[in-house]
């Protein structure tokens, strides 16, 4: 892969990356040249760990992928990413000792990948438990941040039965890190969450779950470009059908964007070119603890969920899927979660579907 460096991008380019960043961090367009200033004038590279625990590599495919001038580009060029087992050129006892040297300096971010098995001997990187090797890099680290669903709340890989105990990096170290859900992540989310840094030389503010509320503090639903089509009662019943080439709400085929948060319609994927709903299937909720057992089947409608039949019935999605958002972020299922509003959504069955 090329590597481009920061001079040797196009002006508009850079500085209109600085302005999807300014936009993320909550901040107006008068902030574009700060950033741009805070992410040239660095004087140094903020030096970064990165491990890889269990997962499938997603989250590193979605930072390196190479499109011109990506945010990827972007995230190599402003972070010194100075140990990541899979892109690194060094192997063998040759990286543990860069490895080693980086951990005794200190002062570094800890990029995390992937859950974190809690039994011995499931999983182990030269002939050390993962979990080892976390807590060693942990302990110097300037501050922690787990990426992707893996990482986070334990993902695939700790969906049941989960035979490794994995676990998420904050629930196995005990300790509060940035949390960067989502499988995977986006590259842009990782870059926002450094130049944050860069810029008020603190890390965002966090919400209940560990996330930066720059990023996690909406919900997909209201930001959906669908979304006029769930408030009038239209939704895709079946794939192919005329209503999902109309690309009418997703709703009835599994999407779970009314109880998940996340920025994903706005930011959008591989340079803003779509995101999953764009793409005609639905959210799957994976920004969330929980996913993807609180979340399955993925192509189920969310319960609990009161939709409107036509046009000027009340929406009570909003209220319930607030309710939702505690109840599986606690580990419930969805089904569960069902049942227990069950009380709640009584009397409003009028505009709704269950
Ligand atoms: S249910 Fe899904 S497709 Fe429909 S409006 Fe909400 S987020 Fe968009
Ligand atoms: S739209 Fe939903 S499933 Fe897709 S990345 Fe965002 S949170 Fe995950």
């Not at 995230?75 to 063998?92: K, P, R």
């Not at 490895?99 to 859950?115: M, Q």
């Not at 998940?260 to 909720?285: A, E, H, M």
């Not at 019935?313 to 607030?322: F, Q």
């Amino acid at each position: 892969m090329k590597h481009y460096l920061l001079k040797e991008l196009d002006r508009r380019e850079f500085l209109r990356f600085c302005g999807l960043l300014a936009s993320m961090l909550g901040l107006s367009d008068l902030y574009i040249p700060k950033i741009a200033s805070a992410i040239e004038k660095a004087s140094r590279r903020p030096s970064v760990v990165w491990l890889h625990f269990a997962s499938d590599t997603g989250c590193t495919e979605s930072v390196i992928k190479a499109t011109y001038p990506s945010a990827a580009e972007l995230v190599l060029d402003i972070l010194s990413i100075d140990y990541h087992e899979t892109i690194m050129a060094a192997a063998g006892t040759q990286s543990e000792e860069i490895l080693k040297r980086s951990i005794e300096e200190g002062g570094y971010f800890l990029i995390v990948e992937g859950g974190v098995p809690t039994k011995r001997g499931y999983g182990m990187i030269g002939r050390r438990d993962m979990m080892d090797i976390l807590k060693e890099a942990s302990e110097k680290a300037k501050a922690i941040i787990a990426i992707g669903a893996c990482a986070t709340y334990g993902g695939v890989p700790g969906a049941r039965p989960n035979p490794a105990g994995i676990k998420g990096v904050g629930e196995y170290l005990g300790r509060q890190v940035v949390n960067l859900p989502g499988c995977p992540v986006n590259p842009e989310w990782v870059i926002a969450t450094i130049v944050h840094n860069l810029l008020f030389g603190r890390l965002p503010e966090l919400d209940r779950y560990g996330r930066p509320k720059m990023i996690y503090g909406t919900r997909i639903h209201d930001n959906c470009p669908r979304r006029a089509h769930f408030d009038q009662g239209v939704f895709v019943e079946e794939f192919g059908s005329e209503e999902a080439w109309e690309r009418k709400c997703l709703y009835k085929m599994g999407c779970k964007g009314p109880n998940t948060f996340s920025n994903c319609p706005l930011v959008r994927w591989n340079d803003k070119i779509s995101w999953c709903v764009q793409t005609g299937y639905g959210c799957t909720g994976c920004t969330e603890p929980g996913w993807p057992d609180a979340f399955s089947p993925f192509r189920a409608a969310l319960p609990g969920v009161a939709i409107p039949i036509f046009k000027g019935v009340e929406n009570t999605a909003d209220k319930i899927g607030a309710t939702l958002g505690v109840a599986t972020a606690a580990g419930i299922g969805i089904h569960f979660v069902a049942s227990a509003l069950k009380g709640r959504t009584k009397g409003k069955k009028e505009g709704g579907e269950e």
